[in-house]
T-cell receptor, first 114, second 113 residues
């Protein structure tokens, strides 16, 4: 059964710093991995989607990498801003011949200090 | 382009009552998902539709939860009867296809008293 873990559960960093959020998964038989942000009381906003054949994706100040063989993905945020404060979630889509098709981590709650 | 729409945004009911949630996906999106998110947890997939067919409902408590997607567009999720542990945010998402980027609606916050 696929398990997705995000460590740390919470993180506070001063504004302007670069930071890395981690996502690990136990079964490498995935189709893709997606990173989201969730603001309090809101739905999820898609940030980046990495297909299993890709190593990384970039959007603006965000860069997500995927190492399928080691079961790890990282989300790199450059030059952090107070508006980046949110909970960041990763989700893996497993190959379709299994019941647990989409599994989310519990998220990392990020606070950027002004 | 309009996003995923959900209603209602909030609902408070007593245990053993029934409740229904509605979702309108992004136009042209064939895949629709319902998730349950309990406070402090990541979303848990309840059911996934491809057009009007069910792709995965392995984590849907079928004794009390049901969902349908008539005509392959809008979808409703129903809980009958509700239990205290059903208190959560119910999120709807859609994507172009099975393996494409998911887009989420604002969610419905359900409180069961």
């Amino acid at each position: 059964k696929q398990e997705v873990t995000q460590i740390p559960a919470a993180l506070s960093v001063p504004e302007g710093e670069n930071l890395v959020l981690n996502c690990s998964f136990t079964d490498s038989a995935i189709y893709n991995l997606q990173w989201f942000r969730q603001d309090p009381g809101k739905g999820l906003t898609s940030l980046l989607l990495i297909q299993s054949s890709q190593r990384e994706q970039t959007s603006g100040r965000l860069n997500a990498s995927l190492d399928k063989s080691s079961g790890r993905s990282t989300l790199y945020i450059a030059a952090s801003q107070p508006g980046d404060s949110a909970t960041y979630l990763c989700a893996v889509t497993n190959l379709m011949n299994r019941d647990d098709k989409i599994i989310f981590g519990k998220g990392t709650r990020l606070h950027i200090l002004p | 382009e309009a996003g995923v729409a959900q209603s209602p945004r909030y609902k408070i009911i007593e245990k053993r009552q029934s409740v229904a949630f509605w979702c309108n996906p992004i136009s042209g999106h064939a895949t629709l998902y319902w998730y349950q998110q309990i406070l402090g947890q990541g979303p848990k997939l309840l059911i996934q539709f491809q057009n009007n067919g069910v792709v995965d409902d392995s984590q849907l408590p079928k004794d009390r939860f049901s969902a349908e997607r008539l005509k392959g567009v809008d979808s409703t999720l129903k809980i009958q009867p509700a239990k205290l542990e059903d208190s959560a945010v119910y999120l709807c998402a859609s994507s172009l296809g099975l393996y494409n980027e998911q887009f989420f609606g604002p969610g419905t916050r359900l409180t069961v008293l």
